[in-house]
């Protein structure tokens, strides 16, 4: 433990002012989840699922996955259940488990960026970019495993480079251990020690030793993971689910042919380079002007610009080609603000009736969104050039990272880009992003000679307006939620109705019925696995797989000014919530169907 505990210390710098930057990033990440406000015994997403499992872990003390965990999650449950021993399940101490999770991978980024040579002041900028990421700041306060993987990836991939920079054992140890528990939370762990084999083979001489050596932690991860889902499937404890994604890429691929399969990656690929550009713009800002003026000063400027001009071409391109701006995926971010909206209104509909955000909002996100993306091409298409110019050697470390960075990525980025992808999936690229930027700018930029004000300033901005975002969206998101779980209790502990009779929306059902229900169960196990790859109508979208067929009882968002209230329902009674991002009164209703 001692010695775990002194690889850990190395990684961070011993100077005073790494540990004041660690020590700011530990109070701002502290002060906001308070300002938030993280109390509240209820679900979110499909974290109702994931708690499940910790709940019956810490009851019976076996282990079972519910039925709708696609996730390995394994390592995420018994984490979870240490901080339900002290006082015993509860959601509030499950989402101060990922708030803790959350912490420690942005500590994990500013010492990643410290490791791989970065100055203190652009390593704490990009941790501060982590840090009030609307993705990552929403889901930290969840059970969700978006934050959990990511934390471990982040260690991962941490100990992975010191591991090559120092050719370390013990390094390499901690790096598969922290992989293995990654892949135990999501199967997409395996990528990272995949990538140090690849980066390995391509920058070392080829000999038996090292080539067995680098393949280690990759074998042992896959072992580790076929291991555990064999186990699984043989002791009947797993999920009903698990593996379904894999069926959606062959299901893909049968129905759309080869040609526009790969036409379809490619196209999400794209889609999702347009958010890793816009959530790394405060990042972006400390680098895209040193980076513009290094294009302009090597003869390199027309590849770099005909790459820059390129990735605007097919930003446009797909602009129009979507018909519709920013949010391009669904699920965190949406026209109502953050979180998803997996409620009825009280007009029928599944969604808010008006978008509250205004159209002006969403293109200049867009037209962000696109800026952020040619900057990364430019900055990378320069680094491509320099290395090739300058014909750096292979083992160089910087460039032993950014290969790293860049394999790990791409691993990534394979599978999710032909899935059904949501919005939060594009989270586990930032660090890697920010990795790979921030080693490309080592390589290929001049140091700066003091810190620029007018950069640090810009990066604050970008900064400030993403961290009023991430509070004010993740509070209101807590908020509706927690007013929506207190009319659903109120009905069935104060008014005995039966939950059967209640459409709460998708945790709700999720929650109360599906582990009882063997016929809900199996209908929403059977939406899963039938997977429908074919255009909906937009004129009329299905209803939702998880609004009940005749229920009493609704509870839903109250309908505004300009909808149509459903005339089949009354409302019984209001529920108000106050909304930071809209700064107005919102309220959620429960309506009597038939009622008068």
């Not at 509909?349 to 159209?359: G, N």
């Not at 509706?480 to 209790?489: H, L, S």
């Given at each position: 433990?001692?010695?775990?505990?002194?690889?850990?210390?190395?990684?961070?710098?011993?100077?005073?002012?790494?540990?004041?930057?660690v020590?700011?990033?530990?109070?701002?990440?502290?002060?906001?989840?308070?300002?938030?406000?993280?109390?509240?015994?209820?679900?979110?997403?499909?974290?109702?699922?994931?708690?499940?499992?910790?709940?019956?872990?810490?009851?019976?003390?076996?282990?079972?996955?519910?039925?709708?965990?696609?996730?390995?999650?394994?390592?995420?449950?018994?984490?979870?259940a240490?901080?339900?021993?002290?006082?015993?399940?509860?959601?509030?101490?499950?989402?101060?488990?990922?708030?803790v999770?959350?912490?420690?991978?942005?500590?994990?980024?500013?010492?990643?960026?410290?490791?791989?040579?970065?100055?203190?002041?652009?390593?704490?900028?990009?941790?501060?970019?982590?840090?009030?990421?609307?993705?990552?700041?929403?889901?930290?306060?969840?059970?969700?495993?978006?934050?959990?993987?990511?934390?471990?990836?982040?260690?991962?991939?941490?100990?992975?480079?010191?591991?090559?920079?120092?050719?370390?054992?013990?390094?390499?140890?901690?790096?598969?251990?922290?992989?293995?528990?990654?892949?135990?939370?999501?199967?997409?762990?395996?990528?990272?020690?995949?990538?140090?084999?690849?980066?390995?083979?391509?920058?070392?001489?080829?000999?038996?030793?090292?080539?067995?050596?680098?393949?280690?932690?990759?074998?042992?991860?896959?072992?580790?993971?076929?291991?555990?889902?064999?186990?699984?499937?043989?002791?009947?404890?797993?999920?009903?689910?698990?593996?379904?994604?894999?069926?959606?890429?062959?299901?893909?691929?049968?129905?759309?042919?080869?040609?526009?399969?790969?036409?379809?990656?490619?196209?999400?690929?794209?889609?999702?380079?347009?958010?890793?550009?816009?959530?790394?713009?405060?990042?972006?800002?400390?680098?895209?002007?040193?980076?513009?003026?290094?294009?302009?000063?090597?003869?390199?400027?027309?590849?770099?610009?005909?790459a820059?001009?390129?990735?605007?071409?097919?930003?446009?391109?797909?602009?129009?080609?979507?018909?519709?701006?920013?949010?391009?995926?669904?699920?965190?971010?949406?026209?109502?603000?953050?979180?998803?909206?997996?409620?009825?209104?009280?007009?029928e509909?599944?969604?808010?009736?008006?978008?509250?955000?205004?159209?002006w909002?969403?293109?200049?996100?867009?037209?962000?969104?696109?800026?952020?993306?040619?900057?990364v091409?430019?900055?990378?298409?320069?680094?491509?050039?320099?290395?090739?110019?300058?014909?750096?050697p292979?083992?160089?470390?910087?460039?032993?990272?950014?290969?790293?960075?860049?394999?790990?990525?791409?691993?990534?980025?394979?599978?999710t880009?032909?899935?059904a992808?949501?919005?939060?999936?594009?989270?586990?690229?930032?660090?890697?992003?920010?990795?790979?930027?921030?080693?490309?700018?080592?390589?290929?930029?001049?140091?700066?000679?003091?810190?620029?004000?007018?950069?640090?300033?810009?990066?604050a901005?970008?900064?400030?307006?993403?961290g009023?975002?991430?509070?004010?969206?993740?509070h209101?998101?807590?908020?509706?939620?927690?007013?929506?779980?207190?009319?659903?209790?109120?009905?069935?502990?104060?008014?005995?109705?039966?939950?059967?009779?209640?459409?709460?929306?998708?945790?709700?059902?999720?929650?109360?019925?599906f582990?009882?229900?063997?016929?809900?169960?199996?209908?929403?196990d059977?939406?899963?696995?039938?997977?429908?790859?074919?255009?909906?109508?937009?004129?009329?979208?299905?209803?939702?797989?998880?609004?009940?067929?005749?229920?009493?009882?609704?509870?839903?968002?109250?309908?505004?000014?300009?909808?149509?209230?459903?005339?089949?329902?009354?409302?019984?009674?209001?529920?108000?919530?106050?909304?930071?991002?809209?700064?107005?009164?919102?309220?959620?209703?429960?309506?009597?169907?038939?009622?008068?």
């Open positions: 433990m001692t010695r775990l505990l002194k690889q850990v210390r190395n990684c961070f710098s011993d100077s005073r002012a790494s540990c004041l930057m020590l700011a990033l530990t109070v701002i990440w502290g002060l906001l989840a308070i300002f938030v406000q993280p109390i509240g015994n209820f679900p979110l997403n499909d974290d109702w699922s994931y708690s499940r499992a910790v709940q019956t872990l810490l009851e019976t003390h076996r282990l079972r996955i519910d039925d709708w965990g696609a996730p390995t999650l394994f390592a995420q449950i018994l984490y979870g240490l901080f339900c021993v002290p006082f015993g399940f509860s959601f509030t101490a499950l989402r101060i488990s990922t708030l999770a959350g912490l420690a991978g942005v500590l994990g980024l500013f010492a990643l960026l410290r490791q791989s040579g970065v100055n203190r002041g652009i390593a704490f900028v990009g941790s501060l970019t982590l840090l009030v990421n609307p993705l990552y700041f929403l889901h930290a306060f969840t059970f969700m495993t978006d934050v959990p993987f990511l934390a471990l990836s982040i260690w991962s991939t941490l100990f992975f480079v010191r591991a090559l920079k120092f050719d370390s054992g013990k390094a390499l140890l901690i790096a598969t251990l922290l992989s293995c528990a990654a892949t135990l939370v999501r199967q997409l762990g395996i990528a990272l020690p995949l990538a140090y084999l690849l980066t390995v083979l391509l920058t070392n001489k080829f000999s038996f030793k090292s080539t067995a050596r680098a393949a280690l932690p990759a074998v042992i991860s896959i072992a580790v993971f076929v291991g555990y889902t064999t186990c699984i499937q043989y002791f009947g404890v797993g999920s009903a689910i698990q593996g379904t994604k894999q069926d959606l890429i062959a299901t893909r691929l049968a129905h759309d042919g080869l040609g526009r399969f790969v036409l379809r990656s490619v196209i999400m690929t794209v889609l999702m380079s347009l958010y890793v550009g816009l959530f790394s713009l405060p990042f972006l800002s400390v680098l895209a002007s040193r980076a513009w003026r290094q294009c302009l000063a090597f003869r390199t400027q027309i590849a770099v610009a005909v820059a001009s390129s990735a605007l071409i097919a930003y446009v391109a797909l602009f129009f080609y979507r018909g519709r701006q920013m949010p391009f995926f669904g699920n965190t971010m949406n026209h109502a603000g953050l979180g998803p909206l997996t409620m009825r209104n009280a007009d509909r599944l969604l808010v009736t008006e978008s509250l955000t205004p159209t909002f969403w293109d200049a996100l867009t037209v962000a969104a696109g800026v952020g993306a040619i900057l091409v430019l900055l990378l298409s320069i680094t491509i050039l320099e290395i090739f110019r300058r014909r750096l292979r083992n160089d470390d910087l460039i032993r990272i950014a290969l790293f960075s860049l394999l790990a990525a791409g691993i990534l980025t394979g599978p880009s032909v899935i992808i949501f919005d939060r999936y594009v989270l586990v690229l930032m660090p890697l992003v920010i990795l790979l930027l921030s080693v490309s700018a080592q390589l290929v930029l001049k140091p700066m000679r003091s810190p620029n004000v007018l950069r640090y300033s810009l990066a901005i970008f900064l400030g307006a993403y009023v975002l991430s509070v004010a969206g993740t209101d998101y807590l908020a509706w939620n927690r007013a929506r779980w207190e009319a659903v209790t109120e009905l069935i502990e104060e008014q005995g109705v039966s939950p059967k009779t209640i459409d709460g929306g998708f945790e709700v059902t999720g929650w109360l019925l582990h009882r229900d063997e016929q809900l169960r199996a209908k929403w059977s939406k899963v696995r039938t997977f429908d790859v074919s255009v909906p109508d937009p004129n009329e979208p299905p209803a939702p797989f998880y609004w009940l067929a005749d229920p009493e009882y609704i509870v839903a968002f109250e309908p505004h000014e300009n909808s149509q209230p459903n005339q089949d329902a009354a409302i019984i009674k209001r529920y108000p919530f106050r909304s930071w991002l809209w700064r107005r009164e919102e309220a959620i209703v429960v309506l009597k169907v038939g009622g008068s």
